[in-house]
């Protein structure tokens, strides 16, 4: 069976970090882009990061760029995200899938809820 797992979330103040990770059973994320999305109450989902399966580069959105980190790690066949920095408009479900794209994703995990309050 095909499937990502994400984990990692919680409850954090702002400033403060967390590191998502997205694990996977039945596939090997290093021969996939792997695309971390998050998707708040009454908002669309959302494209967060991207990373390439050809030759490891990464894309953010303007809004995390210099706080958010996406990462692979092979052997353990996972993708992470490191989060520092948080802000409360960071709340929200975060997912991985298989792609860069909301569209074109045709794998998803079930999702990791993100909170950012104090």
């Known amino acids: 069976q095909v499937q990502l797992v994400e984990s990692g979330g919680g409850l954090v103040q702002p400033g403060g970090s967390l590191r998502l990770s997205c694990g996977a059973s039945?596939?090997?994320?290093?021969?996939?882009?792997i695309g971390w999305f998050r998707q708040a109450p009454g908002k669309e989902r959302e494209g967060v990061s991207c990373i390439s399966s050809s030759d490891g580069s990464t894309t953010y959105a303007d809004s995390v760029k210099g706080r958010f980190t996406i990462s692979r790690d092979n052997a353990k066949n996972t993708v992470y995200l490191q989060m520092n920095s948080l802000k409360p408009e960071d709340t929200a479900v975060y997912y991985c899938a298989t792609d860069c794209s909301v569209v074109d994703a045709l794998v998803w995990g079930q999702g990791t809820q993100v909170t950012v309050s104090s």
């Open positions: 039945g596939l090997i994320l290093d021969y996939f882009t």
